[in-house]
Nanobody, 125 residues
Framework: QVQLVESGGGLVQPGGSLRLSCAPS????????IGWFRQAPGKEREGVSC????????YYADSVKGRFTLSRDNSKNTVYLQMNSLKPEDTAVYYC??????????????????WGQGTQVTVSS
């Protein structure tokens, strides 16, 4: 069974940084497109970043571009989301998912992927 586990969330002040981790159980990430998504209270889930499988490109939502970086360490079988210059509006539950697909602009989805349970990120002073 494919499972993903996110970690690294927490409470951080505006302007601070966090690094989220996504580790799979039961499979190797090398062969999967991986995305990070988030959902804030009362809002729809949105894509944050997507590492596609087809060409290995990484896409970012306009709201996080220049502040967040997705990376993958194959030796550790882990995907990371480095989040810098955090803002209160970044507060959300963050999820990683496989089978991320990029459509256009800030539209990427993992409709047919496996999802983790999420990790809470709270940006507040």
């Amino acid at each position: 069974q494919v499972q993903l586990v996110e970690s690294g969330g927490g409470l951080v002040q505006p302007g601070g940084s966090l690094r989220l981790s996504c580790a799979p159980s039961g499979f190797t990430l090398d062969y999967y497109a991986i995305g990070w998504f988030r959902q804030a209270p009362g809002k729809e889930r949105e894509g944050v970043s997507c590492l596609t499988f087809s060409d290995g490109s990484t896409y970012y939502a306009d709201s996080v571009k220049g502040r967040f970086t997705l990376s993958r360490d194959n030796s550790k079988n882990t995907v990371y989301l480095q989040m810098n210059s955090l803002k209160p509006e970044d507060t959300a539950v963050y999820y990683c998912a496989t089978e991320c697909k990029y459509y256009s602009g800030s539209d990427f989805r993992a409709d047919y992927g496996s999802w983790g349970q999420g990790t809470q990120v709270t940006v507040s002073s």
